[in-house]
């Protein structure tokens, strides 16, 4: 009995300082601020390693997940990253149907009205092949008159058209792309001899050719900062606020150390772009 009343004691006592530690911690973000009260829910697509994929146990992992993961605990919410592919998000973020798009989105100045844009760090854009490919890539007028695979609806697209269409201005083949849903798509098409080259940012390819699957033949093409977007203002600034701190005690520099991504050029974080009218 003796014993029981002893264990009874410091369940009490643990739960008791659970409580009290719980309460400690004042979340910085109105309840009213997220789709579901007191959690924020982010989107990501996890096949972009090494910024965001799913490991052999089937875990979230990559920079923006413990990134997120990081400014949480500051804000004092809970995270909840729902897996899907990229181009719902947009939509599925103007419909309310979650916080925040955490998978990379690069800075537009169309989507920096579309939502309140928190840029965390810098991309660029390469070109790649399989290994054994014979063929040679020096410049993006290279990819003229060739198949070429790209994620659809991504700022990766978007550019790719953009120099496509100036380089038929001046004269040149069309390149013929082929669109996909995820990262993944796009590398088996490749392999299957669906494509003559594809397209994906830097860090992405990067870790193809870690693994043996690619060669990268042009790198750093239409380099901008890449964001967390988010539907509500204060979430936006309160996520702001603990890169800030984050970046202040080392942690911002440790993740991207970890996971060799490429910094913010500025030193200080801030929603960059007019907002929501």
């Known amino acids: 009995m003796t014993m029981r009343r002893l264990l009874l004691g410091l369940a009490s006592a643990a739960l008791l300082g659970g409580t009290a530690a719980a309460q400690t911690c004042t979340p910085r973000v109105p309840a009213s601020s997220f789709v579901e009260g007191g959690k924020w829910t982010m989107s990501i697509n996890p096949t972009l390693p090494p910024q965001q994929f799913v490991d052999s146990k089937g875990e979230l992992q990559g920079l923006n997940v413990e990134l997120a993961r990081a400014a949480a605990a500051k804000m004092c919410v809970e995270p909840v990253l729902m897996r899907m592919d990229f181009p719902p998000m947009i939509p599925g973020l103007r419909a309310g149907r979650f916080d925040t798009i955490n998978t990379g989105m690069f800075w537009t100045e169309e989507r920096s009205n579309m939502f309140y844009l928190v840029p965390y760090a810098q991309q660029a854009i390469s070109i790649y092949t399989l290994p054994n490919s014979t063929l040679v890539f020096a410049k993006f007028d290279d990819l003229s008159g060739r198949t070429v695979g790209v994620e659809t609806g991504t700022y990766n697209e978007r550019k790719a058209r953009e120099a496509n269409a100036e380089m038929v201005a001046r004269g040149l083949k069309p390149?013929?792309?082929?669109?996909?849903?995820?990262?993944?798509?796009?590398?088996?098409?490749?392999?299957?001899?669906?494509?003559?080259?594809?397209?994906?940012?830097?860090?992405?390819?990067?870790?193809?050719?870690?693994?043996?699957?690619?060669?990268?033949?042009?790198?750093?093409?239409?380099?901008?900062?890449?964001?967390?977007?988010?539907?509500?203002?204060?979430?936006?600034?309160?996520?702001?606020?603990?890169?800030?701190?984050?970046?202040?005690?080392?942690?911002?520099?440790?993740?991207?150390?970890?996971?060799?991504?490429?910094?913010?050029?500025?030193?200080?974080?801030?929603?960059?772009?007019?907002?929501?009218?």
């Open 175 to 277: 390149v013929n792309f082929r669109t996909f849903s995820t990262a993944s798509e796009t590398v088996a098409a490749l392999r299957a001899g669906q494509l003559e080259a594809a397209i994906n940012i830097d860090e992405t390819a990067n870790e193809m050719v870690s693994r043996g699957i690619a060669k990268i033949h042009v790198r750093s093409l239409f380099g901008t900062d890449i964001t967390f977007a988010f539907r509500d203002k204060p979430l936006a600034e309160a996520f702001a606020a603990a890169l800030n701190e984050l970046k202040a005690n080392g942690t911002y520099d440790r993740l991207f150390d970890k996971f060799g991504m490429t910094r913010l050029a500025s030193t200080s974080f801030a929603i960059r772009g007019n907002g929501p009218n």
